[in-house]
């Protein structure tokens, strides 16, 4: 059965990368393939593309390059990127993880493992954008279309977040949070709801609490808050999250 979705292969292994070629169109979905990040990033500006699977170790341009200027780019953000790889040392799936990847595949895996990581991305991008598009209308921006809370700009259309005059770089899933939080700030938001605009997620409040801590730690290191400062984000136990002006 056709899934009517495209999903990018980035590997310098010809003989990886055919192998995986046939087992993505074998299970129904539409494939194409690049040898570098480089190559990458010419297919993605000549096509649309529902999900990049990709390498991490390859010539010009790495996985990690490749994922984050995929990131930069605010039409490419919502794009589940997964990188498959032989790194398995904790260190290298801890800082995969950090970056903000949607998963950290290892090789090898088996094509059942594969097909259902990739499904499950597939249908919780679809979930998230059916969220994100219903609630776009929720908040009031400032005059040019930004939210502007304190010290705090976020620019939802062009994926930006500056604080006073410096941008800071954040990964799709912190963006989604900062945004949803911006949009409500000053109100308490139920950790349910903001795992379900990161995540596509309907879970309880304990697994969400679980989903969120880490990355509402990253989002404050990069906001300049010291390890266990709450800063501008504060933690309202048993309920969820709230923003307020830096």
Known sequence: ??????????????????????TLETAGYRVVAASN???ALVILHREPVDLILADIAMPQMNGYQLYERVRENPAWVPIPFLFLTVRTMDSDIRY???????????KPIQPEDLLAAIHGRLRRARELAAVT??????????DGGYLEIGRLRIEPGEHRVWLDDAAIRL????????EHLGRRAGKVVPAQDLIRVTHGLETDYVEAGTLLRPLIRTLRRKLGYDVG???CIENVRGVGYRLTPL
């Not at 010809?14 to 046939?22: A, I």
């Not at 995969?96 to 990847?101: A, C, D, P, R, T």
């Not at 990964?171 to 900062?178: D, H, I, R, T």
């Open 1 to 22: 059965m056709a899934h009517e979705s495209t999903i990018l292969v980035v590997d310098d292994q010809p003989d990886l990368l055919d192998s995986l070629k046939l």
């Open 133 to 142: 598009g219903a609630r776009a209308g929720d908040g009031v921006a400032g």
């Open 96 to 106: 995969g993880k950090e970056l903000g990847v949607d998963d950290y595949l290892t």
């Open 37 to 39: 990040g480089a190559d």
């Open 229 to 231: 400062d709450m800063g």
């Open 171 to 178: 990964s799709a899933k912190e963006f989604a949070l900062l």
